[in-house]
């Protein structure tokens, strides 16, 4: 396949999907075309839910789930990829091999482990190859507060502990980290921490029900803008 020089940029999304469509893959192509970039998916697992819940989950077979990536990466010259649901050790190493294999650089970790209902998305015997195996490929990871507890087993109540969190977790691998203020009282804050220096990203907090899967779509965001060529700290801000 030929591709001309005014072609948008190319970017892929490694998630489940929500037959919602309010998160997942369906969430992060959305976005991808809202910021003029072309969206590539891989299902990792095909989920049951709406607003309010998850239903039911069924995992895809790895094998599956790695000649997805290669039918595109084969392909497609993609620029950015970000990873959203994977749900077991056994999509993780599957999906690890595969960026390894094809050399994927920019990488955007979406750490997902509960769905906004409360739904587990990420098995807990999967956090620690979470944790040893995909975060130190990542470019950036986007945890929100829970996640971040759960990655660094600290509490975070504060700003001050959410500073903590992100260097924890750059000192885990990750080469840099943005931990999302949503869940945090107040102001809502994001903290990006990129081994040297702390920025903060805050605005107004927008009172609504209507807030699944803001995480997917924030860090598809970042994936397409880095997709073309924006400074990351840049891409988070927009």
């Given amino acids: 396949m030929t ?18 469509a309010g998160a997942g893959i369906q969430a992060d192509l959305k976005t991808f075309a809202a910021h003029g970039v072309y969206g ?4 990792t697992a095909v989920t049951a839910q709406n607003t309010t819940g998850v239903i039911d989950v069924q995992e ?3 094998d599956m789930i790695a000649n997805q ?15 959203g649901m994977l749900s077991s050790s056994r999509i993780i190493e599957t999906v690890v091999s595969s960026l390894k294999k094809f050399g994927v650089e920019t990488l955007i970790v979406d750490p997902v482990m509960v769905a906004k209902g409360g739904d587990k998305l990420l098995q807990d015997s999967a956090i620690h190859t979470l944790k040893e195996k995909l975060l130190p490929l990542a470019l950036v990871l986007t945890p929100n507060i829970p ?6 087993g600290h509490t975070i ?18 080469n840099t980290v943005v931990v999302k203020g949503g869940h945090l009282y107040g102001k809502p804050v994001d903290i990006y921490y990129d081994g040297f220096n702390y920025y903060e990203f805050s605005a107004e907090r927008i009172v609504t029900s209507s807030d699944h899967g803001t995480g ?7 994936t397409a803008n880095l997709a073309k060529n924006l400074h990351l700290k840049d891409s988070i801000e927009i």
Avoid: H, Q, W
């Avoid at 590539?40 to 299902?43: C, D, E, I, K, M």
């Avoid at 990536?69 to 990873?83: G, L, N, S, Y």
């Fill in 3 to 20: 591709y001309n020089i005014s072609s948008p940029p190319i970017v892929m999304t490694i998630a489940g999907s929500d037959s919602g």
């Fill in 40 to 43: 590539t998916s891989v299902l």
């Fill in 60 to 62: 895809l077979p790895g």
């Fill in 69 to 83: 990536i290669k039918a595109v990466m084969e392909d497609m010259p993609v620029k950015a990829v970000k990873t």
């Fill in 147 to 152: 996640e971040a507890e759960v990655l660094t």
């Fill in 157 to 174: 109540s504060s700003l001050t502990d959410a500073k903590n969190a992100a260097k924890r977790l750059v000192d885990l691998g990750t």
């Fill in 216 to 222: 997917c779509t924030f860090s598809a965001a970042i």
